[in-house]
């Protein structure tokens, strides 16, 4: 089974035009956490999500220290917002490199990938680098197990 016989084919993704602040918007009102920018022709150039967006609203020392346990509260921190002039920069400002796979990529490769990458959802492409899809690890995962009820009871 290939990648593109389990992937979501309805995606949400913006141009490299929109702001910081667009983005934001995107992802509050579609309630989404990985948002695939494009360029004109509708090609894959980045993408931002949901700790590229959050990291503006958190406190620098966040980065400093291994281990947040002790940290009960962030205090008056917790009310802060990011500066007007930061959520006004464009969008490819905070993007990060794509990891995306071809839609004939075969399912253990695009986990194996998910697995090595940490992501949680991979955008996919067409050969000309294309959007069109989104698979997640559930998706793979349920299509990967829906192939074990062909599996006869006693079978090796």
């Known amino acids: ?31 989404i956490g990985l948002l695939p920018i494009v360029d004109d022709g509708g090609r894959l150039i980045g993408i931002v999500d949901l700790h590229n967006l959050l990291s503006l609203e958190l406190p620098d020392f966040v980065n400093f220290i291994s281990d947040v346990d002790y940290v009960h509260d962030f205090g008056a921190v917790e009310t802060t917002r990011p500066a007007s002039n930061l959520l006004n920069q464009p969008i490819l400002s905070l993007s990060q490199e794509a990891i995306s796979v071809d839609e004939e990529c075969g399912l253990l490769r695009a986990y194996a990938l998910m697995l ?25 995962g349920v299509a990967i197990l829906s192939g074990w009820q062909d599996i006869k009871l006693g079978q090796p």
């Open 116 to 140: 090595q990458h940490q992501i949680p959802d991979l955008p996919v492409v067409t050969k000309e680098g294309r959007l069109v899809g989104l698979a997640s690890r559930v998706d793979i």
């Open 1 to 31: 089974m290939m990648i593109r016989d389990c992937m979501k084919r309805e995606v949400i993704s913006i141009p490299s035009t929109l702001s910081i602040r667009e983005a934001a918007r995107v992802v509050v009102e579609r309630h």
